[in-house]
């Protein structure tokens, strides 16, 4: 059960081999039961974590609110046809899907910029509690508008001051 766990928690054997290994047949092996109950007991331990632990729980819930905050984001950006891929040609999807990240990236670079930016004048800065600090996001769009027209001007820089190399 040593070696078995021990490969797991190196990353040299997947747990699908492993189990695969001992469920053949319909027949349980021994080490299969053991790990089982070894699992059932930290899970345990785990849920007794988590009952006692506010910023444990805090921490799980916070993870969710992030993807949420991405997919939330991703539907802004990919506004047209309902949200969803028009094309079920694999290049178009593909090409589609690498457009959404590199757009998503473009605006959490911009907002990282600008954030940084305001977070620059001291005023702002000291305004801004512990709490303000671990909600900071680069990922808004608030600010941002899907649907007008934007002029772009290759030969002016965005007003941003450049950032130190």
Request: charged share 20%.
């Amino acid at each position: 059960m040593v070696k078995y766990t021990t490969a797991l928690k190196l990353g040299t054997a997947q747990a699908e081999a492993i189990l695969s290994r001992f469920t053949r047949n319909n027949v349980q092996h021994p080490t299969y039961k053991a790990l089982a109950e070894l699992g059932k007991a930290i899970k345990t331990l785990f849920l007794c974590q988590y009952i006692i632990s506010e910023t444990l729980r805090q921490e799980i819930h916070a993870g969710p609110n992030v993807v949420e905050n991405w997919n939330s984001a991703n539907g802004f950006i990919f506004y047209g046809d309902g949200r969803e891929i028009a094309s079920n040609r694999i290049e178009d999807q593909e090409l589609s899907i690498l457009s959404l990240h590199l757009l998503q990236l473009c605006l959490v670079y911009v907002n990282t910029l600008m954030i940084q930016q305001v977070l620059k004048e001291s005023i702002w800065h000291s305004r801004m509690t512990a709490a303000d600090f671990r909600a900071l996001t680069p990922l808004i769009y608030a600010h941002i508008n899907p649907y007008g027209w934007f002029e772009l001007d290759m030969d002016k820089r965005l007003p941003i001051e450049r950032m130190a190399a």
